[in-house]
């Protein structure tokens, strides 16, 4: 079954994983065909059994290869694909635009929560297990702490800007 794999905070604050590496790792766990995108933790492989089971031996190899713990979430093409179009936000900018594709939906109380996180001028709705956001200046300058707001939410995420996941559309040959 062909998978979007997205690893958390990679390539930032020390956490250093090439992606030949990683597309290593990936065909040592039984994926056919990794391919990887940029160099932040983005890959497309057909994974084999349980995609949930396969994103756990994931996380475990790659602390096993590299020293650190990163979540793993993945998705099929399709959810990528309608997570695009889903995004609610009108698009000023694709690089300020995001989703952030979390571990699982967030429960009605953390979406309640949540909403004490200040925002100013950027934007944030959750649809299912995928968090969208909008920066009025780009996420560098935001307003918006994301680590808070996913925090109050109770679920771990990582995000992508629209440009990175109609890229990895692309690359999963789903258009």
């Known amino acids: 079954m062909i998978r979007v794999l997205l690893i958390r905070a990679v390539n930032v604050g020390g956490a250093t994983m090439p992606m030949g590496e990683l597309r290593a790792v990936l065909s040592e766990l039984g994926a056919a065909e990794p391919r990887t995108y940029l160099a932040s933790g983005n890959a497309v492989a057909d994974v084999p059994g349980d995609p949930a089971a396969f994103d756990r031996a ?13 979540d793993v979430v993945s998705r099929t093409p399709h959810e990528v694909a309608d ?15 995001y989703v952030s594709f979390l571990v699982g939906a967030p429960s009605p109380d953390g979406i309640a929560a949540a909403g004490d ?5 950027d934007r944030w709705q959750v649809a299912g297990r995928e968090l969208h956001l909008r920066f009025a200046v780009g996420m560098g300058h935001a307003t918006l702490d994301t680590d808070r707001l996913h925090r109050r939410l109770g679920v771990a995420g990582t995000a992508r800007n629209l440009r990175t996941v109609r890229a990895l559309v692309d690359l999963a040959g789903h258009a």
């Open 58 to 70: 994931l996380a475990d190899a790659i602390e096993g290869r590299f020293g650190f713990r990163r």
């Open 117 to 121: 996180v200040p925002t100013g001028e």
């Open 83 to 97: 997570a695009l179009v889903a995004h609610p936000f009108e698009v000023l900018d694709p690089k300020y635009s």
